[in-house]
């Protein structure tokens, strides 16, 4: 026990220290502070909205709809800044050529008295200020029919007054819809934090195995501790490391936020709109259980097919198919987060590789039977026990080899090693 202390320590401080990880860990809490302040950055730039407001000549050919038309776009605070001209439609298009003016806005009516208008620009990529002059325009028509109708501003409101519908649920078990939404937040963030977790620390492990290899280290450990206390040292040291950057990254993010909601008048930092309700203790906790088996089940591959490696450039072509596999759990996952009840979600969470995303992603939002559960976490279990048995045997025999690499062939070459 001593010896995998000793790794422990040896794996988590070498890999704190390296400038890799210190590099990615300051790169990821500058972008968690961006996007924790990302109101207020927006804000910036919006304080001089007015200077950057778009100019449109609004050309008029006896519509008479100018003043109806600013007054509707100065209710809404628009972007846009109208310019009555007396200029022709051709010498205005010339203007905004020459770039005295942002836009132009030719509008007239037709012999129906209906609403016709063109709009003119350098380029088309913007699409604000059009749809809003559409928008208002198709306003100001909207109200010239109700007023032509004779119906009052209180009987128009209570046309377009929304109908009352509510969501609700027969079963005492299945969740409102608020916490169905509030959980499929946190089980939309959980499957982004596996998914990264296996495939960025799963491969450094198995870079970790492969390094001390190439550098002939690996003989004098396995002369001086276990393979199993080497394997789950570097597992756990590994883990460690990730905990720590995880730490570090939730803490950047609940000080931003707190700092930021200070600041707010009368807005909502992140962390508030996130929690802006109790969160179940339940998904939590499921939440916590499927990260940890999850990585200890990948993190136990990743170290066994490390230890078939002998170079660093081969460690890619030797952890594909677990990288693949993650990925295809993950995008299973995706699709489940709209059809969490389809039968091929549920088979699949029961499948030890896909369960970690899978079958956390069904209790965060459905209320399934506890022996599903049960049986799922059980099945992961077991996986997790076969696959550190037969992964200690062959990471013991594969510290060994040397030279080009073959899995399968370097599998049972390592398990014959072990043997002997």
Known sequence: MRNFGIILAHTYKN????????????????????????????????????????????????????????????????????TR??????????AVSSGEFGAVLVVNRDSAGDIQATYYSDSLTQQFTPIQLQNALQHIKETEATQELGLSGEVLAD??????????????????????????????????????????????????????????????LV??????????????????????????????VILSSLAGAEQAEGGLSMLQALFSEDIPLDLIGF???????????????????????SRIEDVNQVIGPMNLLVIVAFFIAMFGLNAPESSFITV????????????????????IPLWELLLSIGLLLA???????????????GVLLYGKSSALKDIGRALRMTRK
């Open 348 to 367: 699949t969470s029961f499948i030890p590789f896909f369960s970690p995303m899978i079958m956390f992603l069904r209790v965060g939002m459905l209320s």
């Open 159 to 220: 046309i377009y007054s929304p109908i009352t519908f509510e969501t609700s649920t027969v079963s005492d078990t299945a969740r409102t819809e608020s916490e169905l939404n509030q959980a499929r937040s946190i089980v939309y963030v959980l499957l982004f934090v596996i998914y990264f977790s296996v495939l960025i620390f799963g491969n450094m492990i198995a870079t970790e195995i492969a390094t001390e290899k190439s550098s002939r280290v690996m003989e004098i």
């Open 287 to 309: 939440a916590v259980l499927f990260f940890v088996l999850g990585y200890l089940l990948y993190a136990t591959l990743a170290a066994t097919l490390g230890s078939l490696v």
């Open 85 to 94: 001209t007396s200029l022709s439609e051709e010498e205005a298009l010339e």
């Open 383 to 397: 996986s997790i026990g076969l696959l550190a048995t037969i992964g200690a045997r062959i990471f013991k025999g």
């Open 15 to 82: 890999r704190l220290m390296s400038k890799a990880f210190l590099i990615s860990t300051v790169i990821t809490l500058a972008f968690m502070l961006v996007l924790t302040n990302m109101d207020r950055i927006f804000m910036m730039f919006e304080e001089d909205a007015e200077s950057r407001a778009v100019e449109v000549a609004v050309v008029e050919e006896g519509s008479e709809l100018y003043e109806p038309l600013n007054e509707q776009l100065m209710q809404h605070e628009d972007r846009i800044q109208l």
């Open 223 to 252: 002369s001086s501790a276990s393979p199993v206390a080497q394997m789950f040292g570097k597992i756990v040291g590994i883990g460690l490391l990730a905990l720590t950057q995880y730490g570090l990254i939730f803490l950047v």
